[in-house]
């Protein structure tokens, strides 16, 4: 099968593409612990990892086939031996991917990350859900390469680690879940592979926020998440500088409001068109929102949050944003207002 290799490692580890698929041959014995179905776990005997992406044909197989057998059968078909490699799988672009290398003295952490958030970010608690669109799931899937030696427990601590720093990006970002008003912790099918370096003599202990290993590994998936989420699906800082998109985090029934909306509809969201990437609008808009959180949170009463809501609107000089923000007040802070 043609490949193109596309990334080496300081270890001369070798990222290739194969097709749909990205594909990391190890240069070192490395252990490692995995999320996927094969192979997942602990292991000491990793010769490879892969990532691949999904056709609309084999999303048809895996109706009537498991996991685990899917991806044995994609290891014969690139003639890997399936015994010392394991594979994330996802709809994510491989050519989206995002890689990010962090550095300092003699330490090393590689982030290799792929990512989907459209239709399938989630919040940690947010009700349960096992529905699919016609398979258009996103998925973070993230392989992360140490230069050093971790045990077991070190590499479930850096396992831990990397998954707050998703997080982190995702908050970062104002991802919103699809599930709830909340903002999104991760997808709701999100893999995770981490590999350290067997034959390093650099063994560390500890991989946490207080580590110099932490904070690598919290720097490269933050932002080789930031980096994938931009090419996949075109979120980015800037896209995310938007009254209505900070607006459109809560679950409400907006045509009740424009029912009741006392302006020409077009003529409206003209307006609205214009403003909402105003950075005044934004930094109103989001505190306002913030405020809702608050109070859904529990953490200021309904009567403060609407006196302030209402003190920071009265500086919104956009009629059509000023007028959005005043109904989710009604809806999220005004205590004891009945919708239907």
């Known amino acids: 099968m043609e490949s193109k290799l596309f990334f080496l490692t300081s270890l001369k580890d070798e990222v290739y593409y194969l097709k749909d698929t990205i594909f990391v041959k190890f ?5 490692g612990i995995s999320t996927s179905k094969m192979n997942g776990g602990f292991s000491d005997n990793f010769k490879s990892v892969f990532n691949h992406h999904l056709s609309q044909e084999n999303i048809d197989y895996l109706e009537n086939h498991d996991v685990c057998g899917y991806l ?11 015994s010392f490699t394991t594979g994330l799988i996802t709809l994510a672009e491989m050519k989206n991917v995002g890689i990010v290398t962090e550095s300092f ?13 459209r239709t399938n970010a989630v919040r940690a608690g947010d009700p ?4 699919e669109k016609n398979g258009k799931f996103g998925t973070i899937n993230t392989i992360i390469l140490l230069n050093v030696t971790l045990e077991y427990e070190t590499l479930l601590e850096a396992f831990m680690t990397a998954t707050e720093a998703k997080t982190v990006a995702l908050n970062d970002l104002k ?12 997808t709701g099918t999100d ?9 390093s003599e650099n063994i560390l202990t500890n991989a946490g926020k207080h580590s110099k290993l932490g904070e690598l590994i919290g720097n490269a998936v933050n932002e080789s998440v930031k980096k994938a989420v931009k090419k996949q699906v075109w979120v980015s800082e800037k896209s995310q500088s ?13 045509n009740e ?9 077009e003529e409206f969201i003209k307006l609205l068109q214009k403003d909402m990437k105003k950075q005044d609008n934004v930094a109103i808009a989001s505190s306002v929102l913030n405020l809702i959180d608050e109070v859904e949170c529990n953490l200021i009463k309904n009567e403060d949050a609407l006196n302030l809501a209402e003190k920071i609107t009265e500086n919104c000089n956009s009629y059509p944003i000023k007028t959005l923000l005043e109904y989710w007040i009604s809806y999220f802070i005004t205590p004891n207002v009945i919708h239907p």
């Open 257 to 265: 409001f424009y029912d009741n909306l006392d302006c020409d509809k």
């Open 27 to 31: 240069n070192v014995k490395r252990n």
């Open 191 to 199: 893999g995770l592979c981490i590999f350290s370096n067997l034959e």
């Open 105 to 117: 003295k003699d330490l090393e952490v590689v982030a290799i990350t792929t990512a989907g958030v």
């Open 128 to 131: 349960a859900s096992f529905y």
């Open 72 to 82: 044995m059968r994609h290891c014969r078909g690139l003639n890997i031996d399936s």
């Open 242 to 254: 938007n009254a209505l998109v900070r607006l459109n985090r809560f679950s409400l029934d907006i």
């Open 175 to 186: 991802i919103p879940s699809q599930y709830s008003n909340g903002y999104a912790t991760g």
